[in-house]
Every structure is written in C-alpha cells, then in structure tokens.
C-alpha cells in the first residue's frame, strides 16, 4: 500500500475516487442548495485539478499550460458558481 | 501558495519543465475545452431561469450510472497515465497492456451511457421534450462523441504501441493521444455533478 501510493497518478485515481463516491453520496441523500453546491463544486475542482496535474502531468509544465488548464476550470466553476447564485436569489 | 510555489521554483528539476506530448494538440484541448466552458455556462444559466423545471427532471436521470461512469473513466485515464509511465521506463508490454485497459474502460462508458439513452429514449424522452432534457441530451451526446473519438486514439496508440514505436527514446506520440483521453475524462468530471446532482 506504501508502495502504491508512491506513484502522483495511483494516489490522483484512489482521491478520485473517493471523491466521486462522495458527490453520489450527496445526491443520495437529496443534498441541495448553497451548501451542498459549493461543495461539489469544491470536489469537482479539486477533481479537475488532480486529471490536470497528476494525469495530463501539467504539475512539472511550462508555467503558461498550467494557468491555462487550471484557468479553464477556475472559469468553468465561477460560471456555474455565478449562476447557481443567481438561481438562489 | 506561496509556500509551495517557491519549493517548486527552487527544485532542483525546475530546469526540466516540459510540455508533454506535441504542442498542438495543447491548443486542440484548449478550443474543445473552451466549447464545453459555453455548455456548461449555457446549461447553468438556462436553469437559473428554469430551477424548478431543472430539478424536477434532473431527479429522473440515474445517478447511480453516472457514478459508475465516471469510475470508468478515471480509471481508464489511469490506465493510460501508466501506459505513458510504461513507455518512459521503457516497459513494452506494459505500454499496449495499459492503454488496452484503458480502452476498455471507454467501452464500459459507451455501453453504461447507451443503457441510459435506451431507458431515456424508450421512455419516450427527445431533444424537444423540454429544455432540460435539450440539455441532458445535448451535452452528453457532445461527450459520448468525444469518448468515441478518444477510444479511436486509444486504439491507433496500441497498433503503434505493439510496434515499438513508443519507449523510453519517444513517448511524444502516446503523451498526445493520452493528453486528449484525459481531457474527456476532465469534462466528465465537471459535466456529471453539473447535470446529474447539483441542485
């Protein structure tokens, strides 16, 4: 197990994981509203950022295709982030 | 961060920063990823004039095969992530092995999301149903498309994997092929809690 999770990408997939179970777990129990959107939008984040760090391997990149990938996903989550809000009013 | 950030200047493989794969298919994912950026702000926005609408029929999709797909393709982005680690160390079998398991991964994806569509479908549901369902149906479709095109990649990276072709002297054409893999998997990643359980 030690072993395993010195590979970036086997730890990347075992968080991956566990944090997709926890976004069908919040769906489950109906989870909804400012809350339960922050927060799977929180994973979703930290989701996209793992595939781009650890699986794309931008971590070691040009400084210019990081803030590029991770931009996009800054944008994407304060879009619907916005939207969400706006939806809540 | 800054704390993290100037370890990260300060390493000694600061000087071997580089940009995996070809150049052009970065700006590739880039365009494709800025079309899905649209989607999403078009889904989102759309049901901030709609919520009710949208949570209504949001409840109709079946989050357990969303979940399940999205196992499937992280997993299979992780088989393809070893596959590019295979070719570096130089490891031939274990290059066609893993991108085949990462196929495979696609397959199951395909196969969960037509058992879906069929259900959606033969319920009776279309584009014109609603504006949720335009949604749903639009967007997924849109990814289902790219999965296909992904698995094509895959399987042209394994004939050229079983070759030779990729080692620890080129891995440029493989890092490509996964670099797109991965950014399907990316879009599901935002696309499933979007769709299938924010409310």
């Known amino acids: 197990m030690i072993d395993f999770l010195k590979n970036s990408a086997h730890r990347a997939w075992l968080v991956l994981m566990v944090a997709t179970g926890i976004t069908w777990y919040l769906g489950e129990v109906g989870a909804a509203g400012t809350g339960a959107i922050v927060a799977m939008l929180a994973i979703a984040f930290v989701k996209g950022r793992l595939v781009i760090l650890d699986f794309m391997e931008l971590r070691e990149a040009p400084l210019m295709w990081r803030v590029l990938l991770e931009g996009w996903l800054i944008l994407v989550s304060s879009l619907i982030l916005l939207a969400y809000w706006i939806s809540l009013k | ?199």
Not at chain 2, 167 to 188: F, I, K, P, R, T
Request: proline content about 2%; charged content about 10%.
């Open chain 2, 1 to 199: 961060m800054p704390a993290m950030t100037s370890v990260a200047l300060t390493s000694p493989e600061a000087h071997t920063k580089r940009l995996p794969g070809d150049l052009a298919i970065w700006f590739f994912i880039l365009a494709e990823l800025l079309a899905f950026a649209v989607f999403f702000s078009a889904y989102a926005f759309a049901r901030a004039k709609n919520v009710e609408m949208f949570n209504l029929y949001q409840q109709t999709l079946d989050r357990n095969l969303g979940a399940l797909n999205t196992v499937l393709l992280i997993t299979g982005s992780w088989f393809v992530v070893l596959a590019v680690q295979a070719a570096h160390r130089g490891d031939q079998k274990a290059i066609s092995r893993n991108i085949l398991l990462g196929w495979l991964c696609g397959g199951g994806f395909l196969t969960v999301k037509i058992i879906e569509y069929a259900a959606k479908f033969g319920a009776g549901i279309s584009m014109s149903t609603n504006t949720f369902y335009m949604f749903y149906i639009s967007l997924t479709f849109f990814h289902f498309m790219h999965v296909i095109l992904g698995m094509v990649i895959l399987t042209i990276l394994w004939f050229q994997a079983r070759k030779g072709v990729y080692g620890s002297h080129d891995a440029n054409g493989l890092e490509s092929g996964a670099a797109y893999w991965h950014m399907v998997d990316l879009l599901w990643i935002v696309l499933f809690p979007l769709v299938y359980v924010m409310r």
